[in-house]
């Protein structure tokens, strides 16, 4: 019906960022060249006069203590701003206060010191007023400069852009398909485009491309001889990016039932290869999470919330723990034995901490972890707790469904949630085998209490050794990462 075509981007002019360029203005005074630019205004070799030498001089002065002495550690010499190590620094503020300039650095400062607040002598206040007035006359002059070439380059422009819309539009052509064109040009690729329509008596409208995406945000200008032909075009990529969106939906529709689909699969195969009856489950595996709060709140999409349940076998004892990826946290979990949970309950994590490591002082270890004397010492542990040792005979079943557990991790910027451990929790297993979970969860990003559920999907356990990140989610870790963080 009509024919699309893009005018292909010209050369970009951004005359508002065009500089003024204005010389320095130059004047003497006992033989000696002052300047005035609107950098550093009112300068003599460079350097401006300062009447807050006081600073200056505080800055070259040694750090002392208290008591009044000079302190061991001074600041390196490299934080001396460099212009007070030049020579022609010091002459410059002597020169402005009409002081002599012979001598050395040192001597040039003696000198300034008691006339610090020495104001700029009279000579050199008229020459700068006049440099001042100078250099004002040169800038109005480049300013209307300035403004004729930015006034002439965009009426060169608009005629530029009025010529093209010509070709593409003559004047006296009655054709049908000559009528009914239009053409869409990139947003700013060609200056003053809708003014160069309007001059025309063509119609333009801007939108976005009817494919647009999140990483294709390109809008276009659409230009016709009349409303009535730029509207029906507009409408026309309205019901495109409706029809895109229609089936961006029905894909991601169609890709939740498959994912639906496997995850059923993969269940059933679970459950058929785990233990069945009143004995000890065989728990370990990956599980499919479902967190209502998480995804209601951050993470809405299609993102992947797993949890992964282990034992590991030691000389002291079995292990039970899992390492779990809820989008927004994720860390680890150790399952308490079923008394160490009844003596917990109602106790902070101190309490515990104190029973499981009577060989130290208490104040000397932080919960479950590190040896605190020294935060940055990552050789010194306390044993594991009693707590988390179960015997061969603690395990998951339809008499004991329910387990305490304890947990730290990292939110989603990998920040270590301090103090996440000091709370008992607990998961529920049921379903065929303990396939299937019902736990609470609760820390800074999740209210105490809310709920997750999850299915069995794969008889996958973590790695032997994944739960010793533990000893370093704690408040001493955090303290050591804060610290080489900001430093």
Request: glycine share 8%; charged share 30%; proline share 5%.
């Amino acid at each position: 019906m009509t024919e699309q075509q893009k005018m292909e981007p010209g050369p970009s002019y951004n005359v508002d960022m065009d500089e003024i360029s204005i010389p320095d203005v130059e004047g003497k005074f006992n033989n000696l060249t002052f300047k005035y630019s609107g950098w550093k205004g009112f300068s003599q070799n460079g350097h401006a006069y300062n009447a807050d030498l006081e600073h200056e001089f505080r800055m070259l002065e040694p750090v002392r203590t208290p008591t009044g002495r000079i302190a061991k550690h001074q600041p390196r010499k490299s934080s001396i701003p460099h212009h007070l190590t030049l020579v022609g620094y010091w002459k410059a503020q002597c020169i402005f206060r009409g002081l002599p300039t012979a001598g050395k650095i040192d001597e040039l400062k003696h000198r300034l010191r008691p006339n610090m607040g020495m104001p700029m002598i009279q000579e050199l206040k008229e020459l700068q007023k006049k440099l001042y007035e100078q250099y004002e006359e040169r800038m109005e002059i480049a300013t209307r400069d300035w403004e004729a070439k930015k006034r002439a380059r965009r009426e060169a422009e608009l005629a530029q852009t009025k010529e093209l819309l010509q070709e593409y539009f003559p004047t006296g052509v009655t054709d049908n398909g000559s009528q009914n064109r239009i053409i869409m040009v990139k947003l700013g690729a060609k200056p003053q485009l809708h003014e160069a329509a309007a001059s025309l008596g063509l119609a333009s409208a801007d939108t976005d491309h009817p494919l647009q995406t999140f990483f294709l945000t390109v809008g276009y200008t659409i230009i016709g001889r009349s409303q009535a032909i730029v509207n029906r075009k507009l409408e026309s990529l309205k019901k495109k990016k409706e029809a895109k969106e229609k089936a961006r939906i029905e894909e991601k529709r169609r890709e939740a039932e498959r994912k639906v689909l496997e995850e059923r699969r993969n269940y059933g195969r679970v459950v058929n290869a785990s233990a069945k009856g009143s004995g000890p489950w065989t728990v370990d595996g990956t599980y499919s999470v479902k967190f209502p709060y998480i995804q209601k709140h951050y993470c809405q999409g299609d993102i992947q919330l797993t949890l992964q349940i282990g034992h590991e076998e030691t000389k002291n004892g079995v292990q039970m723990y899992a390492i779990f990826d809820f989008g927004i946290i994720s860390g680890v979990m150790r399952f308490e034995t079923k008394e160490s949970a009844k003596r917990g309950q109602g106790k902070t994590s101190d309490d515990t901490a104190e029973t499981a490591s009577k060989k130290r002082k208490r104040d000397e270890y932080d919960y479950y972890g590190w040896y605190s004397d020294d935060p940055y010492d990552s050789d010194n542990r306390t044993p594991t707790p009693e707590a988390f040792y179960l015997s061969p005979a603690e395990r998951p079943s339809l008499k004991s469904p329910t387990w305490s557990y304890r947990w730290r991790g990292r939110d989603i910027e990998s920040i270590i949630c301090v103090d996440s451990d000091k709370k008992l929790f607990e998961i529920t297993f049921g379903g065929p085998a303990g396939t299937e979970i019902t736990g609470a969860f609760g820390g800074d990003l999740v209210p105490d209490g809310s709920e997750f559920t999850g299915i069995k999907t794969s008889m996958a356990a973590p790695r032997v050794g994944s739960w010793s990140e533990w000893h370093e989610l704690n408040e001493t870790g955090y303290d050591r990462e804060c610290a080489h963080r900001w430093c």
